[in-house]
């Protein structure tokens, strides 16, 4: 028996929560969800009549939006009332690294998970199913539980008792694939102890999703279940790009050698790309979440086995921009360098821990002048994860600008390909958008400076269009260019 779930409010309208609320509703048309978020810029963009302004992009995930919207999915800064109608309460908010006090750089920063507890347990009427969407360390429940409970009340006159179930639902979609993902996940999990409120959240996901694939489970393997997932994944990406390194050293292809061993069913062909590290919201946070409980609970030896995994990434990131630098004469100052790509991975606007970051930061410091260009994310959103405002595009006929010669760090957004590795000596290639894999290199060559370089940290060129064009090439993990 399950409790009939007729009205949805999601906190939290960010890039697991759009996504996420946009296929409950679409799949569901006689359940009412409402998303709901203190930010209003984000809100009024849900809103846009313009689909090309979501917040958030995902391939697909217009087409979803535009079919429930203003049907059965609204968008609203309306937090109490949408908590006040709901008979479950998703709580999809950020839960990033805290950056002070106890646990920082390690820790998650539960305030506001928190305060989204309170605030439901605050505006709540009758029985509601409380749900944490978001990656959340493990006994985070607990946290969320006990607010609650506090909150609980028998019927009092005339008015309805006021009751809650906690459940643990991590998302596992991963952005890019976002709809793909929740259309048709390989699972859905869903950890908590009463089995009335687990059957309503399975009932939801049963109008879509088969029953064998929706795996019940109790709350604390549910949440341990998301961070064992996202390390495990993240250590098979430090762990090609440690064969990577080797390859490059070697005279093999770390391709091959993915190949060869990706067909160990054991092993799998999955998720063995070499790349310039992995990015995103989750992978590092999860790590150092799961490497704070371990030192918690008295685990130093795993712990430092997990953190091994961050570590070894943040050296793949460094090891790239220190290859540039070497490749180019042992100086980057005052050289012009084109970024290709800034998001942590294609078909995302997401710039979150991506490489890119800590490689335009290197060479910053290192007094290059880069030129960044990517298809989708925002200029502004750039100048903010650097921490350094554009400059204007430098004349490339005019030669050095004043800021190039006394040595000191700029960047400017590029609006094509073409322009932004005009006059450079490098193209580095973080991001491997579907465009950079089709450029014509021979038509590109003679805007840059000879001789010239390209670094594809993501291995999508085709290294003949490279070589024959007269550019020089590093690819990561090959030690045959
Ligand atoms: C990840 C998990 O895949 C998802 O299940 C979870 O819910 C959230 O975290 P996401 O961060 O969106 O999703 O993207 P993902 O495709 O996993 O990529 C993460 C990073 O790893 C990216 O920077 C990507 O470029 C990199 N990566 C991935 C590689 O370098 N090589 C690979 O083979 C795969
Ligand atoms: C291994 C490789 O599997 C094989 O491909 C290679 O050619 C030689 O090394 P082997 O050592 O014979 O084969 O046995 P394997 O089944 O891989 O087990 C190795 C060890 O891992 C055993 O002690 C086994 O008990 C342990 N193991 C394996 C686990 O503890 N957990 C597992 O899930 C799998
Ligand atoms: P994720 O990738 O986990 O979805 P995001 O940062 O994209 O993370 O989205 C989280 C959203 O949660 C943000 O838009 C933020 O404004 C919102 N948020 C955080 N705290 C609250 C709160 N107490 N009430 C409503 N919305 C909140």
Redo the contacts with the bound molecule.
């Keep these: 028996t399950a409790f009939p779930i007729r009205n949805i409010c999601c ?7 759009g996504p996420t609320m946009a296929v409950i509703a679409d799949r569901c048309p006689q359940i009412q969800v409402n998303v ?4 209003e810029a ?1 809100i009024a963009a849900w809103n846009d009549l313009d689909l090309s302004k979501l917040p958030v992009y995902e391939p697909g995930l217009d087409a979803v939006v535009d079919r429930a919207r203003g049907r059965n999915l609204t968008f609203s800064t309306q ?1 109490d009332a949408a908590i006040a109608a709901a008979d479950m309460v998703f709580i ?3 839960t990033p690294t805290k950056t002070k006090g106890l646990g920082a750089g390690q820790a998650s920063d539960l305030r ?1 998970v928190e ?2 507890a309170r ?1 439901v347990a605050q505006s709540a009427q009758g029985h509601t199913i409380v749900v944490e969407k ?1 990656t959340l360390p493990v006994r985070t429940a607990e946290v969320v539980r006990s607010i609650l409970e506090a909150a609980q009340r028998q019927a009092v006159d005339g008015e309805l008792p006021i009751s809650f179930s906690v459940l643990s639902n991590p998302e596992f979609l991963a952005e890019g694939t976002a709809i793909r993902d929740l259309e048709s996940p390989d699972r859905v999990l869903i950890g908590g102890e009463n089995p009335v409120a687990i059957q309503s959240l399975a009932e939801i996901y049963g109008h879509w999703v088969p029953v064998e694939k929706i795996l019940l489970t109790n709350l604390w393997s549910s949440e341990l279940s998301k961070l064992t997932a996202n390390a495990f994944l993240a250590q098979r990406i430090s762990s090609i790009n440690s064969v990577a390194a080797l390859c490059e050293h070697t005279g093999a292809d770390v391709r091959e050698v993915a190949r060869a061993i990706g067909s160990d069913s054991r092993i799998g062909s999955k998720f063995l790309e070499a790349g310039p590290g992995f990015g995103g ?1 989750c992978f590092q946070k999860d790590i150092l979440n799961l490497v704070y409980l371990c030192r918690h609970f008295g685990l130093p030896d795993v712990a430092d086995y997990w953190e091994n995994v961050v570590a070894l990434n943040t050296w793949q990131q460094h090891r790239i921009s220190r290859l540039v630098v070497q490749k180019l004469f042992g100086t980057v100052t005052g050289k012009r360098l084109a970024l290709l790509g800034f998001a942590f991975k294609a078909d995302t606007n997401d710039t979150r821990e991506a490489p890119a970051i800590r490689i335009a930061h290197d060479l910053l410091e290192e007094g290059a002048q880069l030129a960044i260009y990517d298809p989708k994310v925002d200029p502004q959103q750039i100048a903010f994860d650097l921490q350094l405002a554009a400059s204007s595009p430098p004349d490339v006929q005019a030669g050095p600008t004043r800021a190039a010669l006394s040595g000191e760090g700029t960047w400017w957004s590029g609006t094509s390909v073409a322009d932004t590795v005009a006059g450079a000596d490098a193209a580095l290639i973080l991001t491997e958008w579907h465009e950079f894999r089709q450029l014509d290199w021979v038509a590109l060559a003679p805007l840059m400076r000879q001789p010239a370089w390209v670094f594809d940290a993501r291995a999508v060129v085709d290294p003949e269009a490279v070589k024959s064009s007269g550019l020089m090439l590093w690819r990561v993990g090959d030690g045959a260019v």
């Design positions: 906190i939290g309208a960010g890039y697991v929560g709901v978020d203190l930010n984000r937090v999809s908010v950020n506001w305060a989204c605030q978001s919201s």
